[in-house]
């Protein structure tokens, strides 16, 4: 299954490297967040029917069964050797970082929760910091998820009938 998923994968990056086009275009030309397109081009996403005709018009090399491939459910998963790569070694340290921090103000802001990684927006952007340096920000805009209570009488497979 992993062999096949990278070949796919390559075939998919192929594409996209063919193209001549960033992420960021591809995304302005679907309405899809970058990050989202760089998921579904390494299948970690779902190609929804709706989306598949613009990412077609965006990269018109993607043939048919590319799409067909694209729209099955993807099996998420990541190489485990993928955190010794600088750039996700630096992202994990900053949530490493500022996690504890991140997840206080979360509970203060929100309540006794989390925030879902299903329901979850990503993108990366580039801006000139005050210094006229290029800066990165990294924006992950996820659904509120608390916690619940665990009452018996609210537990479906539980629940009593009179």
Request: charged fraction near 25%; glycine fraction near 4%; aromatic fraction near 6%.
């Amino acid at each position: 299954m992993a062999e096949y998923k990278a070949n796919l994968v390559h075939l998919l990056q192929s594409v996209k490297h063919d193209s001549g086009k960033s992420y960021t275009q591809i995304a302005e030309e679907t309405g899809l967040t970058n990050v989202y397109v760089a998921q579904l081009l390494r299948r970690q996403a779902q190609l929804k029917p709706e989306t598949a005709p613009k990412l077609q018009a965006s990269l018109p090399d993607l043939t048919q069964d590319l799409i067909h491939h694209m729209m099955k459910p993807p099996m998420r998963s990541y190489d485990p050797n993928l955190i010794q790569e600088p750039t996700v070694y630096r992202l994990n340290e900053a949530i490493m970082h500022f996690g504890e921090s991140i997840k206080e103000i979360i509970n203060e802001e929100f309540g006794d929760g989390i925030m879902s990684a299903i329901d979850f927006y990503c993108s990366v952007d580039k801006v000139k910091g005050v210094d006229g340096k290029d800066r990165v920000v990294v924006t992950m805009d996820g659904k509120y998820l608390p916690y619940t209570e665990q009452k018996l009488e609210d537990m479906a497979s539980k629940s009593r009938t009179s």
